[in-house]
């Protein structure tokens, strides 16, 4: 089945540094992925959808100047979270979908970001 | 705008009794319904998924969940609950848009469920 490969699964960084988050889809070409970020004992909310080789989609409220979003090949989604801060400490998750069709997303396994 | 809801915070069931966790839907269109299972610190694992045909899915480790157009609600069942499946399940809608690109996914707030000895 489709997988979907997330990296670092958690990381730990201080304050005023920047984290990239890598997400891979293994066995599909994803034309579309998805991120999420989760709070704790929280749903998960969209922060943005990115279609490979165009700009992301920020969902109202996310600041795209501090969670930048590459998807530039059909495999690979990164999340820079730049200029970390405390707040940002969560639990990101990303999500896959070759797009067309009827829908199937794949989600990667999280990654736990805490900024000290 | 497509919304879920997830009325119960925590469902309660001892083990081998049947287990019921509710989600209804909102969508404009024809709806595109999934279930996720999420252990702690872990990523979401895929359930089941109903897109067309028959309104009663199966899906992994024996839960199914039924499709109910009248009610908007996509409700997932388990026959006899284990220990195991305690864990945290969201119901999530998306649909096709008009390029028959799929939508983005919206989630539930999710519900605990635990099982008892």
């Known amino acids: 089945g489709a997988v979907v490969s997330q990296h670092p699964s958690w990381v730990i960084c201080k304050s005023g540094t920047s984290v990239k988050i890598e997400c891979r889809s293994l066995?599909?070409?994803?034309?579309?992925m998805f991120w999420y970020r989760q709070f704790p004992k929280q749903s998960l909310m969209l922060m943005a959808t990115?279609?490979?080789?165009?700009?992301?989609?920020?969902e109202q409220g996310v600041e795209k100047d501090k969670f930048l979003i590459n998807h530039a090949s059909l495999t690979l989604s990164t999340l820079t979270v730049t200029s970390a801060h405390p707040e940002d400490s969560s639990f990101y998750i990303c999500?896959?979908?070759?797009?067309?069709?009827?829908?199937?997303?794949?989600f990667g396994s999280g990654t736990r970001l805490t900024v000290v | 705008a497509q919304s879920v809801a997830q009325p119960e915070d925590q469902v309660n069931v001892a083990e081998g009794n049947p287990l019921t966790v509710k989600c209804t839907y909102s969508?404009?269109?024809?709806?595109?319904l999934f279930w996720y299972v999420q252990y702690p610190n872990r990523g979401l694992q895929f359930l089941l998924k109903?897109?067309?045909?028959?309104?009663l899915v199966k899906g992994s480790y024996g839960f199914e969940a039924e499709f109910n157009k009248s009610q908007t609600s996509f409700h997932l069942k388990k026959p006899s609950a284990l220990v195991s499946d305690s864990a945290l399940y969201f119901c999530?809608?998306?649909?096709?848009?008009?390029?028959?690109?799929?939508?983005?996914?919206?989630f539930g707030t999710g519900t605990r469920l635990q099982v008892t000895l």
């Open positions: 999500s896959a979908t070759p797009g067309q069709g009827a829908p199937g997303y794949t």
């Open positions: 066995d599909f070409q994803a034309t579309t």
């Open positions: 990115s279609n490979e080789g165009s700009k992301a989609t920020y």
């Open positions: 969508v404009s269109g024809n709806p595109y």
């Open positions: 109903y897109i067309t045909g028959d309104n």
């Open positions: 999530a809608v998306s649909e096709l848009d008009d390029t028959g690109t799929a939508s983005k996914l919206t």
